[in-house]
């Protein structure tokens, strides 16, 4: 939370690109555009958070890894902004969440400085050239024409903005660091550092004093629940010290993933009885202790990760931050039984640690997808010799008090990944930020990474997908006892929707019966078979919780895929084979098909094979796949069963096809010679001889209407919240149709707009923008949002030529 002088920067910004534009065309950067006196009177008028290329359009012409829109380029932002004669004297800060890319900052035309890794949040100190009581300028240039990415990584000032107001003795930047090394439902011992900044020309004596709140869900104070003893500083002139208290709160409320309790440390700086600064850390009371043998013990007890790996990007939102849309994201994955985020492969926006801290889920916080070596051209080997450190450092000092973070990762199949001494560089910089936390490293090379001795300094060893060797290593005495994570696997292929009978690909899709997959990845049945041999491995960060923009393996001609197969030269010449194909061939893909949710939110077939197994206590049952084949009457139709349950006897028309049994190793139940016939398919699940779970799939009639689904039924209209709407294609007896695919329009009305739409499809070209839209088997999502400060009822209408129309209302309100 910080500073209690923090204020939202986000309003008031005038916007212009220059560069490379969205139509291939380029425009040159005008003169003096830092300057106060630059006209700027005809710039786009925005909010932050803001995506510049998400608008598109997309182009066949540009790459399908980074999503086929037109993100490089150059962009300007400035602000026109009053300080109040009150707050001369005080220092002056602006923080980024983050900008992509290449970061430069202007105040009243001086140059204050620089930030190039767009995923890092940083300060800059507008102290020396503010001026109080008069209107400032501030200009921001980003570049990211020469920034590579293996993803969409977005462009612009795309995560929050702040203004930060102290005296001149504050608490530091990221200044407070709360530990809990003992931990027992009796009490809990708390340390907290304090870092005290004194920017005056004079030494001063300072007192740091510190209450701890009790906070409910929405990080509101419900009591009063300690204190830390009073510490006292002798600070000198432009100096800093650290203060360090410690106490033990009896009987504290426990952070743990069904419990995400949390406390608010309230910590006051005061100089000669005045109060000169006041910050604010949000905390959890947990231990966190990671074996080879015992796993990853959460308060003593063992959780088996059950993560996802996700980009950071919102869909059809593209890389701006909204907390809404992130909230709803990962309440899609709690539901389906995920524990566990990979933050891929970069520092997150800080919304992400704040969710996860609100909502029980395990952290593995990560800083880099390249070192020295990079796998692009312009990635982030172009400033890592300069910046590896700062960036390194700002990850782990913005993120340590996060109860969620469990560990810290240094990379993702770098390059660079037997460099003993690079990586013993990288973790000594992470411990010397916090020793209270593991350390790791993504490697697709794990034999290349153990044997050359790197992956020693690691604390614990994450693997990518090629886990054949772990018995040799679990016997390698250097290794013996060094824990290690699937840190990405399976890497599973499919489209919502979509079922092929023979080869899984098909017009630029890929089946959704869940068989397909790349080389050097497997289906998630043989990966819960891995960690069930292999029960040290901690668990599992499945590639990926949901479909992301760009990467649309395997319709793209990504070269770096060729990264997983160094080892193999057989695999690398036969995938370099394929890539060129393809490359000749110009897929239209734009997105990926890893997700087991796809771009819209809406769950693939694949969901409810990981809810079955990360949720055995859930009675559930999921049948796959439709039933609408009327060119294969009496033709064979595979069915597949995801159920947490035993067995289960499968009917079709009332007439059972017989009962089957999961043995050993089986993770879904086949029926792969069902005839199909119209009608009604019906699975009943058991589990130890008892009803468990049913579904059913039944054929349906022919598109006769549309449908709205709103997900909450009041929406406040605080400029963040969004609403999300479903439309759905149905027949006459409000079932879904599948393979329907009309266009549907949208308005509103009342105190909301449209801000995107979607619809799940890896191919459609069709605008994130547009309020028209093609349905995609049968769904489309409608993202809206209330005008800020409005309230009364809103509307959402659909209609389709031909089909019945559809409305929902929703109350917008403003608290």
Same mark, same amino acid.
């Given at each position: 939370m910080g500073q209690a002088g923090t204020l939202s920067f986000d309003d008031g910004w005038l916007f212009r690109r220059y560069g490379l534009q969205a139509d291939g065309f380029s425009v040159a950067e005008e003169a003096n555009i830092s300057a106060v006196d630059f006209k700027d009177a005809g710039w786009q008028q925005l909010k932050l958070p803001h995506d510049w290329a998400i608008t598109g359009p997309f182009r066949i012409d540009l790459a399908g890894e980074t999503g086929k829109l037109p993100w490089k380029g150059i962009g300007w932002y400035r602000k026109h902004f009053a300080l109040p004669a009150g707050d001369a004297g005080k220092r002056i800060f602006i923080d980024f969440d983050g900008a992509m890319a290449?970061?430069?900052?202007?105040?009243?035309?001086?140059?204050?400085?620089?930030?190039?890794?767009?995923?890092?949040?940083?300060?800059?100190?507008?102290?020396?050239?503010?001026?109080?009581?008069?209107?400032?300028?501030?200009?921001?240039?980003?570049?990211?024409?020469?920034?590579?990415?293996?993803?969409?990584?977005?462009?612009?000032?795309?995560?929050?903005?702040?203004?930060?107001?102290?005296?001149?003795?504050?608490?530091?930047?990221?200044?407070?660091?709360?530990t809990t090394p003992e931990v027992s439902a009796a009490a809990a011992a708390i340390k907290l550092n304090t870092v005290v900044v004194n920017h005056s020309g004079k030494p001063v004596s300072a007192a740091i004093r510190s209450t701890l709140f009790e906070v409910d869900a929405h990080n509101r104070i419900i009591r009063e629940a300690g204190s830390m003893p009073v510490t006292s500083v002798f600070v000198g002139a432009y100096d800093s010290v650290v203060s360090v208290s410690r106490?033990?709160?009896?009987?504290?409320k426990i952070w743990d993933l069904e419990h995400p309790n949390r406390y608010i440390a309230k910590t006051s700086i005061e100089v000669k009885g005045k109060i000169t600064d006041t910050y604010y850390t949000v905390f959890g009371i947990r231990t966190i202790r990671v074996t080879a043998d015992s796993g990853v013990l959460l308060n003593g007890r063992r959780v088996q990760i059950q993560g996802t790996c996700n980009h950071h990007d919102l869909g059809a939102l593209g890389a701006a931050m909204n907390k809404s849309a992130l909230?709803?994201?990962?309440?899609?994955?709690?539901?389906?039984?995920?524990?566990?985020?990979?933050?891929?492969?970069?520092?997150?926006?800080?919304?992400?640690?704040?969710?996860?801290?609100?909502?029980?889920?395990l952290v593995w916080d990560e800083a880099f997808d390249a070192w020295k070596t990079g796998k692009k051209?312009?990635?982030?080997?172009?400033?890592?010799?300069?910046?590896?450190?700062?960036?390194?450092?700002?990850?782990?000092?913005?993120?340590?008090?996060?109860?969620?973070?469990?560990?810290?990762?240094?990379?993702?199949?770098?390059?660079?990944q037997q460099d003993v001494a690079l990586t013993r560089m990288l973790v000594d910089i992470v411990h010397k930020e916090d020793p209270t936390r593991p350390v790791s490293n993504g490697y697709n090379d794990p034999d290349g990474g153990r044997s050359s001795g790197a992956a020693q300094a690691l604390d614990i060893m994450g693997v990518n997908y090629f886990f054949s060797q772990q018995p040799v290593w679990d016997k390698d005495p250097r290794y013996a006892q060094k824990p290690t994570i699937g840190s990405e696997t399976s890497s599973c292929l499919s489209t919502r929707g979509e079922y092929f009978f023979g080869s899984p690909y098909?017009?630029?899709?890929?089946?959704?019966?869940?068989?397909?997959?790349?080389?050097?990845?497997?289906?998630?049945?043989?990966?819960?078979?891995? $960690?069930?041999?292999?029960?040290?491995? /901690? &668990?599992?960060?499945?590639?990926?919780?949901? +479909? *992301?923009l760009g990467e649309p393996t395997p319709y793209g001609s990504d070269e770096t895929n060729l990264l997983n197969f160094r080892n193999d030269p057989a695999k690398r010449d036969s995938l370099e084979k394929k890539l060129a194909e393809m490359k000749a061939k110009n897929p239209p893909s734009r997105s990926s098909y890893f997700g087991i949710v796809d771009l819209c939110g809406f769950p693939k077939d694949r969901y409810y094979l990981y809810q079955s197994v990360w949720r055995p206590e859930l009675p559930m049952a999921h049948l796959l796949p439709h039933w609408n084949w009327p060119g294969r009457i009496d033709s064979i139709v595979p069915v597949h069963l995801y159920t947490s349950g035993d067995e289960?006897? $499968?009917?079709?028309?009332?007439?059972? /096809? &017989?009962?089957?049994?999961?043995?050993?190793? +089986? *993770?879904?139940?086949?029926?792969?010679?069902?005839?199909?016939?119209?009608?009604?398919?019906?699975a009943i699940a058991y589990k130890q001889g008892r009803r468990w779970a049913t579904d059913s799939v039944q054929t349906t009639g022919t598109m006769s209407g549309l449908n709205l689904t709103a997900n909450q039924q009041t929406v406040i209209s605080n400029g963040e919240e969004l609403l999300f709407v479903t439309a759905t294609v149905v027949d006459e007896n409000a079932m879904l149709v599948p393979g329907s695919s009309p266009p549907v329009q949208f308005d509103v009305e009342g105190p909301g707009d449209i801000v995107a739409t979607d619809n799940g499809d890896p191919t459609s070209f069709e605008s994130f923008q547009s309020h028209t839209k093609a349905a995609f088997n049968g769904m489309v999502l409608v993202i809206v949002k209330p005008k800020p400060g409005l309230s009364g009822k809103l509307q959402l209408h659909a209609r389709?030529?031909?089909?019945?129309?559809?409305?929902?209302?929703?109350?917008?309100?403003?608290?």
């Open positions: 290449y970061a430069e900052v202007w105040l009243n035309g001086h140059y204050i400085g620089k930030w190039p890794y767009g995923y890092s949040s940083f300060r800059m100190d507008l102290t020396p050239y503010i001026k109080a009581g008069q209107e400032n300028v501030i200009a921001v240039r980003l570049d990211t024409e020469k920034w590579d990415s293996r993803w969409y990584p977005g462009a612009g000032i795309y995560r929050h903005v702040w203004l930060v107001k102290t005296d001149p003795v504050h608490v530091g930047h990221w200044g407070t660091t709360i106490t033990s709160m009896k009987h504290p909230r709803r994201q990962l309440s899609i994955l709690k539901e389906m039984g995920c524990n566990a985020l990979r933050t891929s492969h970069n520092p997150p926006a800080p919304e992400l640690l704040e969710l996860a801290d609100e909502m029980g889920f051209k312009n990635d982030y080997n172009k400033i890592f010799t300069e910046w590896h450190e700062k960036d390194l450092a700002a990850m782990v000092r913005r993120d340590k008090n996060h109860p969620s973070v469990f560990i810290w990762s240094i990379g993702n199949e770098v390059m660079d098909r017009n630029w899709q890929i089946s959704s019966y869940d068989v397909a997959k790349p080389g050097w990845g497997c289906i998630p049945d043989t990966q819960f078979n891995i $960690l069930q041999r292999m029960p040290r491995l /901690l &668990g599992e960060f499945v590639w990926t919780g949901f +479909d *992301y289960a006897e $499968l009917f079709l028309n009332g007439k059972s /096809l &017989g009962r089957k049994k999961k043995m050993a190793g +089986d *993770y879904r139940l086949i029926w792969d010679s069902v005839v199909y016939q119209p009608g009604k398919l019906t389709s030529a031909g089909l019945q129309p559809a409305s929902v209302s929703v109350e917008i309100k403003q608290r």
